[in-house]
Every structure is written in structure tokens, then in C-alpha cells.
């Protein structure tokens, strides 16, 4: 399996191009099973789980084809096509790589009547059930069945509609939920709907086929189904996880870093933390300019759904506060697992103890190099920020959990200074 080593203690300075949304990429592919039509998804960026997404939609029948781009330039052009559903199967081989797989239920129930989805399945942060998923397609008007680990969906004469309060906020519920419900045979009302900006992006690419939804970016979804959606073409937004964590990287390692293409509203509720923390941020004509010159001071975040603070920046942000001046408080409130980077911190000299669901961060002067093993996306993403600021070498194994969120990250790291280098096994 491949390594990335990191000679760490250099400033980061220059400029990084944001890509293109993982978390908005795998809710905008699945949307092409909903047409018989082409969809192009432009700044697509350059991910394992995106290749693992083609794959499970030609499984189902789906063109895809990646329209010419140079290999130096960021993101890809993929048109995807279903002229019509050969399978409506999602296999377990599939579906075990990658949870984000059980985005083609909804879309597939909508336009064939029928899906059969291997459940995911839990992952290192967490078990991750998908009752949520499953209880809003009901409400729409699904017969729902689990066996041999696999969840059959149906509604052989067309989804009615229907109305469904979410218990408990949900991204892929609700991006199932939203993308059953356009093509329903009457109205639909979801509240309690997640509200992060890839809900957004879900739901402007939809009205963008020619579905009909109001509410988008509030709690509550109005959608009136429709007979038919058409082709689009869609560019996907900048990824707000990739952008926040580049800012720890340059506040991490007391650099100045541009990240191009976002602006100050992607960053949501992450700026006001980092700017708590001490870090500058300030927008310029192509981005955002981030620079730390002073001491990092310690600072309290407590996850929770858009619009506060993202769990998925939560690894990310404690790497940076491991050498502020002062503790930090870490509450996660998402998933009961997500703390599985704070042993590989600690072997680099960072002093964070966990009690349940909350880290306190006791700021250390130094990091040293070390080996150190990812164990998941974001924990990796952690790992490597430690590595930019430690004294030394840092060795981070099983990457692969890097290349499914980060496209091109070495290069985007050299390029702004960084001494990191991926060591391939084979
Ligand atoms: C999405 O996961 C993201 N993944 C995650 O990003 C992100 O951390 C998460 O949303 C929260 O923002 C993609 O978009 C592909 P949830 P998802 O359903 O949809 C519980 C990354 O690093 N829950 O909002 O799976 C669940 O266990 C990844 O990019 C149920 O109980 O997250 C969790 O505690 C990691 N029943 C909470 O809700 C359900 O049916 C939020 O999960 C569904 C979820």
C-alpha cells in the first residue's frame, strides 16, 4: 500500500485550486439514473470514489464518458447517460467500497419502479444505519423489504408522494428522499431536511432537469413531481472540506496560502473558528488568502449539522489546535467514532485526552515526526497536517483512505512548499 513521507517545519506559501465537491459529486451522479438524457457534470474532481460512482452506474446500465481535459488541469467533464436501466441492482462487491452507493436507491425507485441496494454497511467513524433513508421512501409511498443483507425498494404503479418529518438530520436520507420525491406522481413535503450546501447543489442540478422544488437551503422541501426530468449541464461546487482543510495546513504550518475559486461562504461556520483561533483570512480577487503570523490560540467547537461546525472538519481542526497556545474543547456530536486520529497524534507528541464524545487539546509547543496509519478520510487528512508541521519525518500508511477525498494532494502540497512525497508499494 502506498506511503506519503512529510518533512515537516516549512511554512506553506502560495496558492492552492480548490476542486470540486466530493460529497456534492456522489449526490449529482446518481441524479443522471433520473433521465434518459444526458447529464455533464463539469469540475468534477479527480477521486477514487468517483471512479467507484461510474463504475456502480454502468453497472446499472449508465454511459459514463470523461470528455477530454489536460491531465495538468484540475477536475474532469463526465457525461453520464441512462437511455435505459439495465439492472436495478446494486451489488455488494460495490456498495462495500463505498457507503455514498446507496444514492441509487432513491433515483432508481423513482424511475424504474424498483431497487435492490446491498445495505453499506457500517465504517470506521461510526455504524452509519440508513433507517432514515428507508422510513422517508415509505413515506413517499415505497414497500420497503430487507433479506440476505440487501434492501428492496418498490413501487410498481409509481411513487405517490407523501409527507415525511426527519427524526434526526440526515444528509444521504435527505438526498434520497429529495431525489425519489421529482419524479413522484403528486406533491411532496420533507422537513427537517439537512440544509448543507450540497443539498443545495442537489437540488439546483434537479430544478436544473426540470424539477420542481421550493425551500431550497431552508428545513423544509416542497417538491411537486414531475412525469419526466430532462438533461443538464451542472458544475459542481467548490469543496468546502478540501478549502477548510488547506486552511489548517497554512495556519498549522504559520504560512500564507490562497485558496482559489471559494469565497468567504464556503468556508460557513469554519471561518469564524479559524479567525477565532487566530488565523487571518481574508478575501482576494481570485479567493481567499490565509495566513497565520502570530500564536494559534485554543478554541471550542462543538459539531453539528449545516450551518455549525462540520464534522467533517473536525479531525482537521484539532491537528492545528494540537500547537496552539492554550486547550481546546472538541465536542463530536455526529458520529460516535470520530475520533480515531487522536492515538496517531498522540505518537507525534500531541496532548489530547477523549472522554465519550469530547477531546480536550492541551496545545504543545513542537510536533515530532513519526509513523503514523490513517484510518479513515478525514483522520488522514489530520495526520498529514501534523506531518507539515512536525519536527522531522512523519510516515502516513494507508493513504488510500486520502485519495477517496483529496485530489492531487501531494501536488497541491508541493506546490505551495510543502517536502511530501508518496512512496508507492508496487
Ligand atoms: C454525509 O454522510 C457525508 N458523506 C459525510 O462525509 C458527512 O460526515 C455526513 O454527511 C455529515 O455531514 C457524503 O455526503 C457522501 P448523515 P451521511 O446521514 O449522509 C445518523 C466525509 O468525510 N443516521 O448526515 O452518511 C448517522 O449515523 C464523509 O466526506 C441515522 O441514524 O451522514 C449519523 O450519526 C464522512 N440513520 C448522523 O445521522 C440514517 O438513516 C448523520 O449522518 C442516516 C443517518
Known sequence: ????????????????????????????????????????????????????????????????????????????????????????????????????SILVLGPLLARAGEATVSLPGGCAIGNRPIDLHLKALEALGAEIELAAG???????????????????????????????????????ILENVARE????????????????????GTETLTIEGVRDLHGATYAVM????????????????????????????????????????GVEITPTRDGLMVKRTGTLHGVNISTAPYPGFPTDMQAQFMAMLTVADGASLLTETIFENRFMHVPELARMGADVTVRGRSAVVRGVAGLNGAQVMATDLRASMSLVLAGLAAEGETTVSRIYHLDRGYERLEEKLSAVGADIERISDG
Do not use: W
Open 238 to 277: 467548490p469543496d468546502r472540506i478540501e478549502a477548510g482543510s488547506y486552511a489548517c495546513a497554512a495556519a498549522i504550518t504559520g504560512g500564507e496560502v490562497e485558496l482559489l475559486g471559494v469565497g468567504e461562504a464556503v468556508l460557513g461556520s469554519t471561518l469564524a473558528s479559524l479567525r477565532e483561533a
Open 1 to 100: 500500500m502506498d506511503q506519503i513521507v512529510i518533512r515537516g517545519g516549512r511554512p506553506l506559501k502560495g496558492r492552492i485550486p480548490i476542486s470540486g465537491a466530493k460529497n456534492a459529486a456522489l449526490t449529482l451522479l446518481p441524479c443522471a439514473l433520473l433521465t434518459d438524457e444526458p447529464l455533464t457534470l463539469r469540475n468534477l474532481p479527480r477521486l477514487a470514489d468517483i471512479d467507484t460512482f461510474g463504475h456502480l452506474l454502468n453497472n446499472h446500465g449508465l454511459s459514463t464518458t470523461i470528455e477530454g481535459t489536460h491531465p495538468e488541469e484540475f477536475g474532469r467533464v463526465m457525461t453520464v447517460r441512462a437511455n435505459r436501466i439495465t439492472s436495478t441492482v446494486a451489488p455488494y462487491d460495490i456498495v462495500r467500497k463505498m457507503r455514498a
Open 150 to 188: 440487501y434492501v428492496k425498494a418498490s413501487a410498481k404503479s409509481g411513487l405517490p408522494g407523501g409527507r415525511y418529518v426527519f427524526p434526526l438530520v440526515s444528509v444521504g436520507a435527505t438526498e434520497n428522499a429529495v431525489m425519489a420525491a421529482v419524479l413522484a406522481r403528486g406533491p411532496s
Open 197 to 216: 450546501p450540497e443539498i443545495v447543489d442537489l437540488c439546483n442540478c434537479l430544478v436544473a432537469m426540470g424539477a420542481r422544488i421550493e425551500g431550497i
